[in-house]
């Protein structure tokens, strides 16, 4: 499993969101991509990122999308759906 963060740094959702991911990405053993929506804009385009940031996209071995998260989320739900999808 990997996990796509999408954001930007004018972003309030963002910047709320990060010091919970790197939390979160310090104390766990996962692969993550990290774009920001100002400069990395064809990945945005390809992966259809909208306006409400942060989005987390969780990948399977294969990248394949298992679930997408859009906005600024609780640290427990982020770690279930880590644990969830974490032999994915």
Known sequence: MKIL????????GCL???KIWNDIVS???IE??????DFDEDI????EIG????????MDKD?????????EQKKEFLLSKIDQYRNE
């Open 5 to 12: 963060k999408f954001g930007a740094i004018w972003c309030p």
């Open 16 to 18: 709320s969101m990060s």
């Open 27 to 29: 104390n766990n053993d």
């Open 32 to 37: 993550i991509e990290d774009y920001d929506i």
């Open 44 to 47: 945005c385009e390809n992966y």
């Open 51 to 58: 306006d409400i940031l942060p989005v987390y996209i969780f």
């Open 63 to 71: 990248n394949n999308e298992l679930e997408r998260l859009i906005g």
